[in-house]
């Protein structure tokens, strides 16, 4: 996968940025996880085997949404 961004809507505060954090480097392949609390930027660094919907899903399960 190398390197992606989304924007996650509704993160609030640094535990919303760290329940994201947790969340997204816990998806199969994920290596590195970065997450901007100031414009919701979330960037994830992987291998090939990561599964895009893998990562909706878990800022999903997480409670948040990823915008588009
Ligand atoms: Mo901060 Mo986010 O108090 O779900 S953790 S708003």
């Known amino acids: 996968m190398g390197e ?3 924007i996650v809507k509704g ?3 640094s ?3 760290n ?3 947790g969340a ?5 392949g994920v290596t590195e996880v970065d997450v901007d609390i100031s414009d919701g930027r979330l960037t994830v660094v992987g ?5 895009p919907e893998a990562i909706r ?8 949404e990823l915008a588009s």
Not at 24 to 28: M, Y
Not at 47 to 51: I, T, Y
């Open 47 to 51: 291998d090939s085997s990561v599964d």
């Open 57 to 64: 899903r878990a800022v999903g399960e997480a409670g948040y």
């Open 11 to 13: 993160m609030t505060c």
């Open 24 to 28: 997204v480097t816990g998806v199969a």
């Open 19 to 21: 329940k994201v954090t």
């Open 15 to 17: 535990g919303c940025m």
């Open 4 to 6: 992606s961004t989304y």
